[in-house]
């Protein structure tokens, strides 16, 4: 039998001893000499999630219900069906302004807050504390009490009624106009909290000298902010973006807790979408996968855009910084 | 072979193991097999509660004490998720509820075995009028097999009302538009809610009331236009969610109506003794039981619960055109055996005694929160202790009579797209923030419809 696999190298003296002569030379592995301990791993993520990606696009091109039920093909009835239905477009409409107001919020009040704790603050740890509880709580064990915040005779109306506002209460999960805007504030509750523990982290790594050559030279505190502390952390605000990007095309716990996508759409997403066609007695489950490539699509291709973005971006930086070397 | 290249085969072959012992689908089951008197079943289910399926299967044991049965209960949604992977996986339950909603017996139908050949040895060659209207029918895939045998019937249309909260206010049961909001001004003034309604979400609960208000406008109206017969934007169409939104305007639909589904918003307020009046199906009966409906009450909240009396009462006629409002009823869900299944002789016995035997459907009848599938199978009264019998038994049995009576299907022949536009549309009447007519509503209804091809001749 002949085989591929190599012999075993010792990785610290990649040229063996050859058998006849002890002439020195490479062995070259045809197959990394590790490969054969993350076969498992491999076989298991090619097979449950590429495998998983590759049979949805194909499913995309049926209209099928899933199990023994007929799989009739269709082209690309599905993807037509998707963009020329209105509440797909109301779900990417939804999506884009959740990915940017709470994306906006985290980072406002995640430098905000890892800038202020940064500083000698009175029971600082507490405040830590609090703002990170949100990002560890499931979104199923808060859901009702952001539904009791916000519905009719919630506790928004009870303050509002309180406060001499009584005109401005309203059903705010109940209304087409407002039903988004609570389901925001509820991402950028929890989302706060995240962007503090990374820009948090971020800016304990920032050279002390740095700063402090930043104060011998006058600047205040908002100067050594925006001039020195955000470009150092400019990678997690990328790293941000992205996250928050994907977080929104896949968002669905929060919404189908709260609204379940309604009233008549108005706070639909893709993932509740997408859940509606599964869950639905009569599934639809090729329709869905449409709508998963379609997901799958934006979020790899924004996630590269992002990235080619700011490397151009830092490309630009390092060649102003150069130019201005060499003057 | 060395060590490690032993080591890396074996963990290939192992991996390709598990994943094809995954995969692998049931050997499939002996469809022909006899009834059998011992072993084991697994009935899966969205339906009954956990507690009413072991009052079934207690009493299944009763004759038949060596056969285990095993139920498990899911979540509606859940178990739709569930049991088309299980099934396929060949890991499935024996036995599993079967709907007639949306397609379904075409859906599951192929991993079932067909009853009609058990049917008919059971209740003979006309075994099929043995039970109620339609019943079997609704269980058929469009190529006729009997994929499932019915265990109960369900009807919906009317709605339920508090007793003592009217007796407080001094207000009348509605019968008619006018007397309704009359109703609702004294409740109102007493400081409880007229009529809770969650329209909120994606439930299709709001599509019976819709169904209601069209069989007061023109009984033969909804099921015309759920197959394409007619269509939703018709004049008819228009006057449902005319009515729709005058009720929200005369405070007959409360404000707080799209907060939430029914289930919770307006169970729980009905339950707590909030709301006057709520539309929910004949599964309400049930609440009328004297430990029942304390065990209703602590789930929606309340304490030390208080049962009150609640009845039934004709949805009103609120088009005012002299139709009334007839309830409308279907199969509610069936049985059906895994034609995988290891265990079909004992799985044929028990859903023989579940379906078609009188001790089996006695009991869904004194459960009181389904119609006995089996005709001639009534509640024994004297097994069933109501809050105030003098007053709730007649008024059961009054629905139970006009509920079989019905000709009209609930949601068996109206596809899920027309049931979601139906639910989009009331949600655009009843948000205020929404400036469309009526007219274009129903416009957009019937553009995001779809005709059903079920049951039309």
Redesign the interface.
Known sequence: MT?L?PR?VDPARPYAQGEKGGRRRRVVPLIPGGF?WI??AL??SV?LIYYSIVYSGYISFFDW?????PMNPIGFDNYVEAFTDPVFWTAIRNTVVYFVVVFAVQVIGGVFFAAALHSKVFLGSLYKVIIVIPVVVAPATLAPAH?QVW???GTVNAILESIGLGALTQ?W??????SLMVVILVGCWGSIGFGFILYFGAMTQIDPEMIEAGRVDGAGNLRILFSLVLPNVKAITISLAILNLITALKLFDNVWLI???????SSEFLGTMIY?E??????NLGYASALSVILLVIAVATSILIQLRSRERRAKVTKAVKAGVDV | MNKSRFLTAAGVVAIAAISLTACAGGAGGDADAAPADSGEVTWWGWTPDTPVAERYIAAFNEEYPDITVTYRNFENVDFRNTIVPALESGKGPDVFDLSAAGGTPDLWGPYAIDLAPLAEDTLGDDWESKFGGGYAEQLRTTDGTQVSLPLGGMSAGFVWYNQGIFDEAGAAVPTDYDSWVDACQKIEAIGKTCFTMGAGGEDTFPTEMYHAIANSVDPDFFLAAATGKAKWDDPEGVEVLQIIEDMKDDGIISSNALDAGQYPLANEAFMKGEAAMVQMGFWYTQYSGSESCKSAMESAGVSEPQCFVQLPAEFPDVAGQGNGSVPFGEVDYGLAINADSKNIGAAKTFVTWMTMSEAGQQNVANAIDLLPALQGVAPDWSAISLVDEDVQQPAIEQLIADSTATTQSRQWQTTSSTLDAIVVAIQQVLDPTIDLSVEDIAAQLQQSSEASAVGVK
């Open positions: 085989s696999a075993t054969r076969i498992p076989v298991i097979g219900r899933g199990g023994r039920s539904i519905q009719s005779n059903s999960i109940g209304q087409s106009t407002t609204t379940q996508g309604g009233p008549a759409h509606s599964i869950a639905a007695s009569d599934r």
